[in-house]
């Protein structure tokens, strides 16, 4: 989890804990994951809630974090897979790697007021190698920003 990704959540912490307790009840975690856009089956939730609270009904921030990163890798799992997903469509072959036309192709579709300058600029900073074709790392980094 990345610093600010970290600030994000401790500020959403600190708007259901007014009174600066270090503590927010374990009912309001529902809110603020659905307020942050993390996806989440309730069971499951309900399950972590119970392991984090220590009979009180609340959570302190480190409980909440752990709940949140556990989302959140779920979210990221997902988001590689559908990633993948995408990869394999431009790798009609099954070769590993997509060629820079097809990067090409997925820029353009992304952002059409790209010209071809700025698109050239774009595939040479993705393909590091300068292979001419772009493998799923490369392909994850540019999207992700990773």
């Given at each position: 989890m990345s610093d600010e990704q970290e600030a994000v959540l401790l500020k959403a912490f600190q708007m259901f804990d007014p009174r600066k307790s270090g503590f927010i009840e374990k009912d309001r975690v529902r809110t603020i994951l659905t307020t942050l856009d993390f996806r989440y089956?309730?069971?499951?939730?309900?399950?972590l809630l119970e392991g984090e609270?220590?009979?009180?009904?609340?959570?302190?921030?480190d409980s909440f974090r752990?709940?949140?990163q556990h989302?959140?890798?779920?979210?990221d799992a997902a988001m590689e897979q559908e990633l993948k997903e995408a990869f394999r469509l431009y790798d009609k072959a099954g070769n590993g790697y997509i060629p820079v036309a097809s990067l090409r192709e997925i820029l353009q579709a992304l952002d059409d007021k790209l010209n071809n300058d700025q698109l050239d600029e774009m595939i040479a900073e993705i393909d590091t190698d300068g292979s001419?074709?772009?493998d799923f790392d490369e392909f994850m980094e540019m999207m992700t920003g990773d």
């Open positions: 089956d309730d069971a499951e939730l309900g399950k609270d220590e009979g009180t009904g609340q959570i302190n921030f752990r709940i949140a989302y959140q890798e779920e979210d001419g074709t772009v």
